[in-house]
Structures are given as structure tokens and as C-alpha cells.
């Protein structure tokens, strides 16, 4: 049986091997230690507290966490909240054919969770490190194509490319360093995120900041400039901003449902959420920035 803890964290101070592949291999299931990648370098490290999780560390900072034994586990607070806003609209016993697109890859811990839930689902994977890409699937059990995809790219430049209404949510969590690289974060962007959406899809978005909350603000308000709905869900520290942490937002055509049975869920968590409808997200963003691309910003007074 696995442990499951908060942390998942090694406990002790013992450096980790650098692993060696030869070129073109990919490695056969999870093995400890630190891999280079085309970005950088990335640590893969075995869960002391549970007994078949790995975390994975990129470039120093914690990505993802997988459960070989449960794909429906998710260790970081914020994919639960992801997650359960995505099944509130789609019901999994309604067992729908979903169109998903992530954009950041890290060890795809979300794609297996909804390949888990909504079993004939399609997704696709944008991530940038090909030798990540390539880490990845040879050290979890993901999903074969065509019902997971992992597309090599920048998220920006591959959205632009998509069919419109071709998907029915799509997720960004990049992160370069402690916040979204900010061609992902403009109201231009988003207008591509809302053509690629089909009628009712969702944009969920893992937005990180600090206690001044000015990234956070920036955020919804872009988020609110390009759609008619919104939601924000995070814990009352952060909503207070009395820490870093991170919010999940929200954007869609269609009105988040009043559903008791998510805010329920969310306060059952190990870090209950409390989730805000579109007028306090409104009232949040209220005098913040809608960010643009450099070249359509307006020229400062």
C-alpha cells in the first residue's frame, strides 16, 4: 500500500547521481537521480512517503508529482482544484468524449488524471524540452496516441496553430522561474485560446504570485477582458494575500454553474479552497493592468 504525505519529499541529504543515457535512448521506467535536458537539468526523485510516487524537480524548482499505482492521485493542492472544476462541468460518469489541451508538459500528471476520468478522452501535451518529452514517457505509464499526444513546441507558437473549437478545455501551467512567461499571459493570447475553445470549453490557468498579488490581479483581469465568465479558486491566505502560493483561474463562454457539490470539494481538500464567482473576480481585477503584446501596448504618457 502507498503513503501518501504532504510533502513527498526526500529526508535525506545525500546527493543524486547524475544518469547517463546514450543518445536516442529512452530510459525503461523511473530511476533516481538527475537527467540534463535541453533546458537545463531536471531531478527525478523516488517518494519517501509514498511508495510509488516520484517528484519531479525541474531546474531547481518542483513540477509535478506522479503515482505510478493511482493516476487519480493528485499531490499538489492547485491540480485538484483543476481538476474537480473541469469534472463539476463535465460529469465523469456522463463519460464524455473530451478534446483537452495542456499547455506544459512536466510529468503530465494531469493528462493521466483525465485519461483516468474520462477515459476516451483525446489530449494533447505541449511541451517545450524535447528530452524532457522523451524522459517522460519512458519513465511513467502514459497513455498512447491518439489518446495522449506530447507535441514538442512553444505553447504560444502551437496554439496559434490549432483548428478553432477544437478543444473542450485547455490548461495552462508554464512556468519559467516563479512566473508564466508573458507572450502566455496576454489579452492577444487569449484571444487565441478562445478561438481554439469550442462553444462552452474552459481556459484554466495555474497563475503564481506573491503577497503583493499584482501578477495574480494582472492575470484576471486579462482573463476577464477576453471572456464572460469567470472564477477564481484558491485558499483564503492567498485570496488574502498573505503568502505565495498560486490561484487557478478561469475563463469560459458559458456561466460557471453554481455548484455547491464543488465548493464542497473544495474545502475537503488538504488545503481547503474557497472559489469566487465572476463579480468578485471582477471586483479583484478592478484597476489592474490588461496585459497586451509589446507591440500593440500602448506608449506610456
Known amino acids: 500500500?502507498?503513503?501518501?504525505?504532504?510533502?513527498?519529499?526526500?529526508?535525506?541529504?545525500?546527493?543524486?547521481?547524475?544518469?547517463?543515457?546514450?543518445?536516442?535512448?529512452?530510459?525503461?521506467?523511473?530511476?533516481?537521480?538527475?537527467?540534463?535536458?535541453?533546458?537545463?537539468?531536471?531531478?527525478?526523485?523516488?517518494?519517501?512517503?509514498?511508495?510509488?510516487?516520484?517528484?519531479?524537480?525541474?531546474?531547481?524548482v518542483m513540477s509535478s508529482?506522479?503515482?505510478?499505482?493511482?493516476?487519480?492521485?493528485?499531490?499538489?493542492?492547485?491540480?485538484?482544484?483543476?481538476?474537480?472544476?473541469?469534472e463539476s462541468r463535465w460529469p465523469t460518469e456522463s463519460r464524455p468524449k473530451l478534446r483537452g489541451l495542456h499547455l506544459g508538459g512536466g510529468a503530465c500528471s494531469l493528462a493521466r488524471y483525465f485519461h483516468a476520468a474520462y477515459p476516451?478522452?483525446?489530449?494533447?501535451?505541449?511541451?517545450?524540452?524535447?528530452?524532457?518529452?522523451?524522459?517522460?514517457?519512458?519513465?511513467?505509464?502514459?497513455?498512447?496516441?491518439?489518446?495522449?499526444?506530447?507535441?514538442?513546441?512553444?505553447a504560444r507558437a502551437v496554439t496559434e496553430t490549432l483548428t478553432p473549437q477544437t478543444r473542450d478545455f485547455i490548461i495552462r501551467d508554464v512556468f519559467a522561474g516563479a512566473l508564466t512567461p508573458r507572450p502566455l499571459t496576454t489579452g492577444e493570447f487569449n484571444a487565441h485560446v478562445r478561438r481554439v475553445l469550442a462553444p462552452g470549453g474552459i481556459y484554466v490557468v495555474n497563475s503564481g504570485d506573491g503577497p503583493d498579488l499584482k501578477n495574480a490581479r494582472e492575470d484576471a483581469a486579462t482573463i476577464a477582458a477576453a471572456f464572460e465568465h469567470t472564477v477564481i479558486i484558491a485558499d483564503p491566505a492567498m485570496l488574502k494575500g498573505r503568502r505565495y502560493g498560486n490561484m487557478v483561474m478561469a475563463g469560459s463562454d458559458e456561466p460557471f454553474d453554481d455548484d455547491p457539490g464543488l465548493a464542497r470539494r473544495l474545502l475537503g481538500g488538504a488545503v481547503p479552497a474557497h472559489i469566487w464567482n465572476d463579480a468578485k473576480v471582477r471586483a479583484f481585477a478592478t484597476g489592474a493592468r490588461v496585459r497586451h503584446d509589446p507591440e500593440l501596448a500602448s506608449p506610456a504618457p
Open 120 to 154: 476516451e478522452a483525446r489530449q494533447v501535451v505541449v511541451e517545450l524540452d524535447g528530452k524532457l518529452a522523451e524522459y517522460v514517457r519512458g519513465w511513467f505509464d502514459l497513455p498512447k496516441a491518439p489518446l495522449l499526444r506530447l507535441r514538442v513546441g512553444e
Open 1 to 60: 500500500m502507498a503513503r501518501r504525505g504532504k510533502s513527498g519529499r526526500k529526508t535525506d541529504d545525500s546527493a543524486p547521481g547524475v544518469v547517463e543515457l546514450p543518445r536516442g535512448a529512452r530510459p525503461d521506467g523511473p530511476v533516481e537521480g538527475v537527467y540534463y535536458i535541453d533546458t537545463g537539468d531536471c531531478e527525478l526523485i523516488a517518494d519517501q512517503d509514498n511508495s510509488t510516487g516520484w517528484l519531479l524537480r525541474i531546474n531547481g
Open 65 to 86: 508529482h506522479i503515482d505510478l499505482a493511482d493516476p487519480l492521485f493528485l499531490e499538489f493542492e492547485y491540480m485538484r482544484w483543476m481538476a474537480a472544476l473541469i
